[in-house]
Structure formats: C-alpha cells, structure tokens
Antibody
Framework: QVQLVESGGGLVRPGGSLRLSCVASGITFSDYYMSWIRQAPEKGLEWISYISSSGNSIYYADSVKGRFTISRDNAKNTLYLQMNSLRAEDTALYYC?????????????????WGQGTMVTVSS | QSALTQPASVSGSPGQSITISCTETSSDVGAYNYVSWYQQHPGKVPKLIIYDVSNRPSGVSNRFSGSKSGNTASLTISGLQAEDEADYYCSSYTSNNRVFGGGTKLTVL
C-alpha cells in the first residue's frame, strides 16, 4: 500500500536543529519529485521545499532558504529535511508529499500522496 | 514569486452549489497552468481533489469541478453535502516554485 511516514519531529530550542525523515513505501520512490509542506497550528498550508527525482534540482521558499536543506536517498526510499537555526515561527506540522510523477509521457504536477506529518515545536 | 488569494470563508446549504475562487498575482502569468485543489477536514491530512486546473483524481466525486479564467482558478462543489464541510486550498505549480492559497473554510448550513 502506498505510504509516506515522517519522523524526527520534536521540541527544540530557538537556534537549534532537527532532521526530519520521510520513508516511502508502495511507490517507485526514485520516479517522484518530493516536497516538504508545513502547517502551523490553526494556519494554512505552506510549501517549503522540493527536490527532483534525481536530487539535481532543489528549490526553497524564501522563509526557509539558507536554513533548511532538503535531500533524498533513493536507495533507502527516504526524503530528508535538515532544519537549522530554528525559530518560533517554524513551529508546525511538517508533511512530506509526492510532488511530481510522470508516466507514459503524462505528468501529474500536484501533491498526490501525503504523509501523516511530524510535529516540530520551537520553544524555549 | 506568486501569491494566491482565496476568500476566507464560503457557505451553502445542502444541495446547493458553491464556488471558491483562487486569484494569482504574479509577474509570471503564463506559468499559472498547473493549479490543484486540496480538501482538508479538521485534524486530517490534505487530500488532492483537482489537478491541472480541472482534472479529478480517481475516486474523487464528480461533484467537484475546477476551471480557470485568466488569473483566477475556481473550484465548484455541486450538490453540497454535510461531509463537504472542510478547508479548501488551491495551489500553483511552476518550474521552480510551488505556492498555496490561504485556504477557504466551507460551512454547510
């Protein structure tokens, strides 16, 4: 069954670091672009980063550029998000999601598969 | 970078139709072609309901439809049901950016 499972969230002090992981199963992970999306408590969705299927193309939202690093290990079917210099405003539920998938010349450019999310709380 | 504007809330009675708009403000107007919509019930994971402006994923009710005119995309829900009460988000996808609208809370009266 198709599944994305995030882990690595927790409570961290301002200025601290965390590394999130997202393990995929039931899909050919190396065929998918992947994104990290977050949702602060009682707020809307915010896209923060994507990585291409090979890892050669990476983009970030301005809000996290220079502090967060996305990466992937296709051999381990795992997506990562290294978060440094964390701020209170980074407190959110962090989702990994499939971002783009192409098959037979047709591409789905949307967040089709979502994990359950991992909570990150930045507080002193 | 682009920004997507949605109404904060809309409401409708069971059986009625409602439309949620999503207006893009960007210098890259031509890139506003990959619009998707997501439904999120309280405490739940967002669910893709429309992609590429007007396509429905398998399993999504045909009561949900999408369209676009100029810089404004729209999600229409026909035959409103109580279970449609949720938050709805639009999203725009370009070669180097993705962005979500602020979300719209749908209340079924």
């Amino acid at each position: 069954q198709v599944q994305l499972v995030e882990s690595g969230g927790g409570l961290v002090r301002p200025g601290g670091s965390l590394r999130l992981s997202c393990v995929a199963s039931g899909i050919t992970f190396s065929d998918y672009y992947m994104s990290w999306i977050r949702q602060a408590p009682e707020k809307g969705l915010e896209w923060i980063s994507y990585i291409s299927s090979s890892g050669n193309s990476i983009y970030y939202a301005d809000s996290v550029k220079g502090r967060f690093t996305i990466s992937r290990d296709n051999a381990k079917n795992t997506l990562y998000l290294q978060m440094n210099s964390l701020r209170a405003e980074d407190t959110a539920l962090y989702y990994c999601a499939s971002d783009r998938y192409c098959s037979g010349g047709i591409c789905l450019r949307a967040f089709d598969i979502w994990g359950q999310g991992t909570m990150v709380t930045v507080s002193s | 970078q682009s920004a997507l504007t949605q109404p904060a809330s809309v409401s409708g009675s069971p059986g009625q139709s409602i439309t949620i708009s999503c207006t893009e403000t960007s210098s890259d107007v031509g890139a506003y072609n990959y619009v998707s919509w997501y439904q999120q019930h309280p405490g739940k994971v967002p669910k893709l309901i429309i992609y590429d402006v007007s396509n429905r994923p398998s399993g999504v009710s045909n009561r949900f439809s999408g369209s676009k005119s100029g810089n404004t995309a729209s999600l229409t829900i026909s035959g409103l049901q109580a279970e449609d009460e949720a938050d709805y988000y639009c999203s725009s996808y370009t070669s180097n950016n993705r962005v979500f609208g602020g979300g719209t809370k749908l209340t079924v009266l």
